[in-house]
């Protein structure tokens, strides 16, 4: 028997009130960085596959058009290429999370038994008496869809209610990156041909990226912006070459 204190010690205390499940867990901050993180994230994609690209064509051809086309069938093919991509790897991985706990039911449904006694195992690793674990998970057992729930999280911490929407994914990427590869276009749509205001234009976005991406790491916003905007400016550098050696032979 063990000597922790059971409610049978303080027989005069009320027990305290159990709080709502649902607000649980509210008062702390999204860890994983929520929204911002993708958000940062695909923006930062945007604005340097774009600007490479841009710079790429400008090392190429001293056309303007053909880098303002450029410009825009990157933007709009990275920004499917992202939504497809993202909205694949979600819902795969909640199709696998259904699999799994399909598979889950069918165990629970065929050797309950085992089941209840591994569920209670795992209370017991949590520092829960042997008794009081198989009570608990018995009862947890006395509702089969319950059972599949828990063991669900237990196991493999998926929660079926809680996937995240594959759509949503898809259209946030889409967005995230449009609107970082807008940016090295912005002077072209007023006009401006010249390549040294996206540059310029590229090169700040660049170091506002990398700061904000520091508001979730514990780095300073300085190095952040600084990091990006030195590897952002290299990938166009080297793009820029690159347009410039092929335009040179092929061109
Ligand atoms: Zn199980």
Not at 41 to 47: I, K, N, T
Not at 62 to 69: F, Q
Not at 141 to 160: K, M, Q, T, Y
Not at 176 to 193: D, E, Q, T
């Amino acid at each position: 028997m063990s000597d922790r204190r059971t409610p049978d010690d303080a027989p005069d205390q009320p027990s305290y009130p159990l709080p709502d499940p649902a607000t649980i867990g509210s008062e702390h901050p999204d860890v994983t960085g929520g929204w911002l993180r993708p958000a940062v994230f695909g923006a930062s994609d945007g604005l340097v596959s774009n600007f490479a690209l841009i710079m790429g064509m400008a090392g190429g051809t001293t056309d303007p058009k053909p880098v303002i086309l450029a410009g825009f069938a990157g933007l709009a093919a990275g920004a499917f290429s992202m939504a497809v991509g993202e909205y694949t790897s979600v819902a795969s991985q909640a199709e696998f999370a259904r699999a799994e706990v399909e598979r889950e039911s069918r165990e629970i449904a065929r050797h309950d038994r085992a089941e209840q006694a591994e569920l209670a195992s795992m209370f017991v690793a949590k520092g829960v008496d042997e008794d009081v674990a198989r009570e608990v998970a018995q009862q947890i057992h006395s509702d089969p869809e319950n059972a599949v729930r828990v063991h669900a999280r237990e196991e493999f911490g998926v929660d079926l209610t809680d996937l995240p929407s594959p759509m949503l994914a898809a259209g946030s990427s889409f967005l995230s990156f449009a609107v970082g590869a807008i940016i090295p276009l912005v002077p072209l749509l007023f006009g401006i041909v010249s390549v040294v205001p996206t540059v310029t234009v590229s090169l700040l976005a660049l170091f506002g990226v990398g700061a904000v991406v520091t508001a979730i790491t514990d780095r300073p916003w300085w190095f952040g912006g600084l990091r990006q905007l030195i590897l952002g400016g290299a990938a166009a550098g080297l793009t820029f070459l690159v347009g410039s050696l092929v335009g040179g032979v092929a061109v």
